[in-house]
C-alpha cells in the first residue's frame, strides 16, 4: 500500500494546480481515483494498482474470501498473550531441561488453533495427546506434570476433557487395526469415524494440515504394528497422506522425521534423568552409611566411657573400704 500511495502522489503533482479558491478538477478519493487516466502507466498496471487501492478486507471476489471473509477484522489473541495466560494458570516454574518444549508446544499450538482454515478432530486429538505424554511422561514432579498439561491446553483454548476424550475414542478405534485397514479408512472407505474425517478432509480443499495431526497418524501406525523407525514411518506417512488422503505429504513426512529425533532427545533426557536419580541414591545411601558408621563408632566409644568410668567408680569404693 506504501508503493501505491506513492504513485498516487506523483500523478496528482502532474496535474493542474488548484487551490482554495477554485475548484478541483481531480478526485483525490481512494476509492474512485482511477490511475488508468494518467498517462505514466499501461492499463493492466493501472488496472492492478486500482483492484490494490480498492481493496477491502475479506470482499475479495475468490472463493477463499467468500468462505472465510466474515472473519476479516476479528480480533485475535497473540502468542505472548498465550504465553501470559500459561504462566499465570500454572503459577510454579518449569523445570529448566522443559522450558524449551513448553515454550515451543504453547507456540505452536496456539498459531494452528487461531488460523481460521484449522478444523480439530480426533485425528489431532490424538497427535497432541501423545506428544503431551511423551514430553511430560519423565517430568521430575509428576503432579507439576499434571499442572503444565491442563495450562498448555487452557492457555490456547482447548478443553482438557474434550481433547482426552476425542484422543482416547480415536485411539480405541486404532485398537486392533492393521495398517491397510487404517489405509482404507483414510481414502474414505467404509463408515468409521476416520473414514468419516479422511472424507471432510479430502473435500475442503482449504483443510489446514498441522504436526499434531501428523503425530496422530504416527501414533496409530504404532498401534498398527509399524515398526517406530524414522525411515519405515516416513515411507507409510507419505503413502496415507499422499496417495490415500490426496494432501501434501512432505510436512508431514518432515514433522514424522522431527518426532523421531525430539523422541530420541527425550529418550535420552530419561535416561539422564534415571542416571541422576541412581546416583543421587547412591549418595543417599553412602551418606546414610556415614551416619551409621559415626553412630555406631559414637556409641562404641560411650560404651568404652561408660565401663571406664564403672571401674573408676569401683576402684573408687574399694579404696574407701
Given at each position: 500500500m506504501n508503493f501505491s500511495s506513492a504513485i498516487i502522489s506523483l500523478a496528482l503533482l502532474a496535474a493542474p494546480a488548484v487551490n482554495a479558491?477554485?475548484?478541483?478538477?481531480v478526485s483525490i478519493n481512494r476509492a474512485t481515483t482511477s490511475l488508468a487516466d494518467t498517462p505514466f502507466f499501461s492499463s493492466d498496471i493501472a488496472s492492478a494498482l486500482d483492484?490494490?487501492?480498492?481493496?477491502?478486507?475479506?470482499?475479495?471476489?475468490?472463493?477463499?474470501?467468500?468462505?472465510?471473509?466474515h472473519l476479516a477484522g476479528t480480533e485475535v489473541r497473540t502468542v505472548e498473550?498465550?504465553?501470559?495466560?500459561?504462566?499465570?494458570?500454572?503459577?510454579?516454574?518449569?523445570?529448566?531441561?522443559?522450558?524449551?518444549?513448553?515454550?515451543?508446544?504453547v507456540g505452536s499450538l496456539h498459531l494452528v488453533i487461531v488460523n481460521a482454515r484449522f478444523v480439530r478432530d480426533p485425528v489431532f486429538d490424538?497427535?497432541?495427546?501423545?506428544?503431551?505424554?511423551?514430553?511430560?511422561?519423565?517430568?521430575?514432579?509428576?503432579d507439576n506434570a499434571k499442572k503444565i498439561k491442563t495450562a498448555i491446553l487452557t492457555s490456547v483454548g482447548l478443553d482438557e476433557a474434550d481433547v482426552d476424550a476425542g484422543a482416547a475414542k480415536m485411539a480405541a478405534w486404532a485398537e486392533g487395526k492393521s495398517k491397510d485397514e487404517i489405509a482404507s479408512a483414510l481414502r474414505g472407505e467404509g463408515d468409521s469415524m476416520l473414514a468419516e474425517i479422511a472424507?471432510?478432509?479430502?473435500?475442503?480443499?482449504?483443510w489446514m494440515y498441522s504436526r499434531f495431526f501428523g503425530i496422530g497418524l504416527i501414533k496409530m501406525m504404532e498401534t498398527a504394528g509399524v515398526e517406530q523407525d524414522m525411515s519405515v514411518a516416513y515411507d507409510v506417512m507419505e503413502d496415507w497422506m499422499g496417495k490415500c488422503m490426496g494432501k501434501p505429504f512432505y510436512s508431514a513426512c518432515s514433522d514424522s522425521d522431527q518426532y523421531f529425533k525430539q523422541k530420541g532427545k527425550l529418550?535420552?533426557?530419561?535416561t539422564m534423568m534415571k542416571e541422576i536419580e541412581i546416583r543421587e541414591k547412591k549418595r543417599m545411601a553412602d551418606r546414610l552409611e556415614a551416619k551409621a558408621e559415626v553412630a555406631l563408632i559414637a556409641a562404641e566409644r560411650e560404651e568404652k566411657f561408660q565401663v571406664i568410668a564403672e571401674a573408676e567408680k569401683a576402684e573408687t569404693e574399694a579404696s574407701k573400704e
Open positions: 479558491f477554485t475548484t478541483s478538477s483492484k490494490e487501492i480498492q481493496y477491502s478486507p475479506g470482499k475479495a471476489d475468490t472463493d477463499f474470501a467468500r468462505k472465510f471473509g498473550e498465550a504465553f501470559t495466560v500459561f504462566s499465570d494458570l500454572l503459577g510454579i516454574s518449569v523445570n529448566a531441561l522443559y522450558k524449551g518444549y513448553c515454550t515451543d508446544l490424538l497427535g497432541l495427546v501423545s506428544i503431551l505424554d511423551l514430553f511430560l511422561k519423565n517430568y521430575p514432579e509428576k472424507s471432510a478432509v479430502k473435500g475442503d480443499e482449504y529418550d535420552m533426557m530419561e
